[in-house]
């Protein structure tokens, strides 16, 4: 598979996603996305001690970021 194609496929049926794969959906690194969870900015949660982003929480992210922004 290319690996372009890798980038935009996207399977909609996730629920959760990994840390690395949050990251990319953001367009930031892995330690920025870190950063975002630690800081309460980005939900994500432990399962069996792994750590997991619900799939909507980028999506949620972004859309109080531009609220933010908007009123500032």
Same mark, same amino acid.
């Given at each position: ?14 629920? /959760?996603?990994? +840390?690395?794969?949050? #990251?990319?959906?953001?367009? %930031?690194? =892995? ?18 001690? /792994?750590?997991? +982003?619900?799939?909507? #929480?980028?999506?949620?992210? %972004?859309? =109080? ?8």
């Amino acid at each position: 598979m290319d690996a372009a194609l890798s980038e935009v496929t996207v399977d909609s049926t996730l629920v /959760l996603l990994t +840390v690395e794969e949050a #990251a990319r959906r953001l367009r %930031v690194g =892995r330690t920025t996305c870190f950063s975002l969870i630690r800081t309460g900015k980005l939900e994500s949660l432990l399962v069996g001690g /792994l750590r997991r +982003v619900p799939a909507d #929480a980028p999506a949620a992210y %972004v859309a =109080r970021l531009r609220t933010e922004q908007r009123t500032a």
